[in-house]
Nanobody, 122 residues
């Protein structure tokens, strides 16, 4: 089992940047694919992006491609979601999640963090 804790959320103006971190504890972090999801009020949870176990590949949702990037440092047990050129429609609670799967990054994840709020003002 792995425990996940997100941090770095906050309030930012449109066009600004935020960096979210997902810190993991428990089992060997490098065993897990890590994904980021977000959920806005009244909407379903959406896939944002994911990164492979060794960080060699990523899958980024079209809605944020070119603005968001994902990286990881397995030595520090962290995954980072860098969000640039933020838009008001990016406002949501952002969650990181982990799975032992190595394909279908947009599928079901086994472990979830508690989420961190991101608010983008216009």
């Amino acid at each position: 089992q792995v425990q996940l804790v997100e941090s770095g959320g906050g309030l930012v103006q449109a066009g600004g940047s935020l960096r979210l971190s997902c810190a993991a504890s428990g089992r060997t972090f490098s065993w897990y694919t890590v994904g980021w999801f977000r959920q806005a009020p009244g909407k379903e949870r959406d896939f944002v992006g994911a990164i492979s176990r060794n960080g060699g590949s990523t899958d980024i949702a079209d809605s944020v491609k070119g603005r968001f990037t994902i990286s990881r440092d397995n030595a520090k047990n962290t995954v980072t979601l860098q969000m640039d050129n933020l838009k008001p429609e990016d406002t949501a609670v952002y969650y990181c999640a982990a799975t032992s799967r190595t394909s279908n990054y947009r599928g079901i994840y086994d472990y979830w963090g508690q989420g961190t709020q991101v608010t983008v003002s216009s």
